[in-house]
């Protein structure tokens, strides 16, 4: 990160000590401190739930101070890990002093850290989501010689309270401006307080769902990130989720994350691009063309897909948005540029055309190199994901794309180039696999591919029985049939699962 870059940078750490957030070390978090009047330091951590928890700290004194951020702190694991019993519950939790960030909300001054948690050994907690991404990252480039690289499409609804001017259409708020769009001022905010947390942004922009029932107004939004290594991806995402549901209480506002909130409207997805990275390049294009190692990793994922679901797609309410014609995939295949499609393939800048001087006569002709753009997307999960188990699980997938003997023949037989719900399609839709319909169904097929996530020691045993015992304790076998049409049940369900995840 050069001089500009860092002067450009939301983080005020960044600015303050000139340094990337990679090499901020313990004196620097100290120095920060005593230099900027810190009254407060928060601890923050992912609990099973998948939301952050906080462990509030006064800063009594240097000493006090040393303390903590060398040692961290005793925590009781058993009430934030159901796979951690009462008798055997004292975990450490300390800072990863990269994560550092000023508290957008706190009434003092506060600085806020992620943590990790270690055992009562002293060492990391092989079950925890957080340590699973990076031991998942690890093996990945171990196998491949590739780094994995991530970034999300956070989507959320905002509710407000209805108004008559300047009314929307309905499921038509795709990039809409305001003052039809009402709640984009608050997304520029979100997206400001979680730059200054860290949060590298790529864009923001409403999207296709809103509509009004009982007085409220529901406009779907969407922040995209720019891809980073799949960790910091993760704490990114994390972060992002509590601006945004803080910033909307401070504001008299609600907003959810829940894959599905009423029947015939637009449901919302958390989809993931990824990239893989050598030596800073980006390895997915090859002379202009999706190049193998992007045809392996597809391959993994179509093999694995339906176990992907017990990471990514966590409660019943996720298997009323993965039906058929919702912009939402049911079927295992990828295509280019496919919405109708389970990984997607991007349109990327390949043509060597130069747009901009297109568009801008003045400016002197350049092709730029874009081929560090070209990702591709997997559009499953959901903001009921465990982000952490998400991530990880992607990245075992894409790893076991380069294990598998069959892998490009896989990504050869899953390719589709059309809508595949088109009625003129039906048979070649009737050769795909399908995504599970349940979270029963989506528990029994991470049982029946577990190998595939625990190789190399990845996911622990006791994660993959943790997450299945889980999803089949909603018992949800047949639960969309069974309360189609039965909109009070639905409703009942949606309030039950608002705030997931």
């Known amino acids: 990160m050069n001089e500009k870059t860092i002067a450009m940078n939301a983080n005020p750490l960044v600015r303050a000590l000139q340094k990337t957030p990679h090499e901020f070390t313990k004196q620097d978090i100290i120095h920060y401190i005593s230099q900027n009047d810190i009254r407060m330091v928060n601890f923050m951590y992912p609990g099973g739930d998948g939301r952050l928890k906080t462990l509030n700290f006064t800063v009594n004194s240097l000493e006090y101070l040393e303390t903590i951020l060398t040692c961290g702190e005793r925590v009781d694991g058993s009430s934030l890990f159901s796979f951690i019993e009462a ?15 000023l508290d957008p909300f706190a009434p003092l001054p506060t600085l806020c850290m992620l943590c990790s948690y270690f055992d009562k050994d002293g060492a990391p907690l092989a079950s925890s989501p957080e340590r699973t991404l990076v031991k998942a990252s690890k093996v990945f480039t171990e196998v491949t010689g590739m780094e994995f690289y991530a970034m999300g499409e956070l989507e959320y609804y905002v509710l407000n309270v209805a108004e008559s001017r300047f009314p929307a259409v309905d499921q038509r708020g795709y990039h809409e401006s ?10 520029q905010r979100c997206m400001d307080a979680i730059a200054r947390c860290g949060g590298q942004i790529k864009y923001g922009h409403s999207e296709v769902g809103n509509f ?40 008299g506002l609600d907003v959810t994350f829940a894959p599905k909130i009423t029947t015939g409207k637009a449901g919302s997805g958390l989809h993931v691009h990824m990239k893989l990275m050598k030596d800073g390049k980006n390895m997915m294009v090859s002379d202009g063309t999706l190049s193998d190692n992007a045809r392996r990793m597809i391959a993994g994922m179509m093999d694995v897909a339906g176990a992907i679901t017990a990471f990514g797609n966590k409660n019943p309410m996720s298997y009323f948005r993965l039906v058929p014609h919702q912009e939402a995939p049911t079927n295992i295949c990828w295509g280019d540029r496919n919405r109708s499609v389970l990984v997607r393939v991007p349109l990327g800048w390949t043509s060597g055309s130069d747009m901009c001087h297109t568009a801008n006569p003045q400016e002197p002709v350049s092709i730029p190199d874009t081929t560090g753009k070209q990702t591709v997307e997997m559009r499953s999960p959901d903001g ?18 380069f294990e598998m003997d069959n892998a490009m023949e896989t990504a050869q037989r899953t390719y589709v180039d059309v809508n595949i719900h088109d009625a003129a399609n039906a048979q070649r839709l009737s050769q795909l696999s399908t995504l599970p319909d349940s979270c029963a169904a989506s528990a029994a097929e991470l049982l029946a591919k577990r190998g595939v996530f625990e190789k ?4 622990s045993p006791a994660m993959i029985d943790g997450i299945a015992s ?8 047949t639960l969309r049939q069974d309360i189609l049409n039965n909109h009070e049940a639905t409703e009942q369900l949606v309030r039950r699962f608002f705030h997931c995840g």
């Not at 960790?231 to 992002?240: F, H, P």
């Not at 952490?388 to 076991?400: D, F, I, K, M, N």
């Not at 190399?456 to 996911?459: A, C, D, E, I, K």
């Not at 889980?470 to 076998?477: A, E, I, N, T």
Request: charged share 20%.
């Open 87 to 101: 008798g055997s519950s004292d975990l450490y939790v300390v800072p990863r002093f990269s994560t550092a960030f």
């Open 456 to 459: 190399h020691g990845v996911f």
């Open 470 to 477: 889980h999803l089949r304790s909603f018992d949800d076998g």
């Open 212 to 251: 009004t029932q009982d007085g409220i107004t529901y406009e779907q939004n969407e922040i995209e990130f720019l891809p980073v290594p799949a960790t910091e991806a993760a704490d990114q995402l994390m972060i992002a989720k509590w601006v945004i549901r803080n910033l909307a209480y401070s504001e």
């Open 384 to 401: 009921s994901a465990d982000i952490y188990q998400l991530l990880a699980g992607l990245c075992v997938a894409c790893r076991h794309g």
């Open 178 to 187: 305001a003052p039809f769009a009402k709640t984009n001022g608050f997304r």
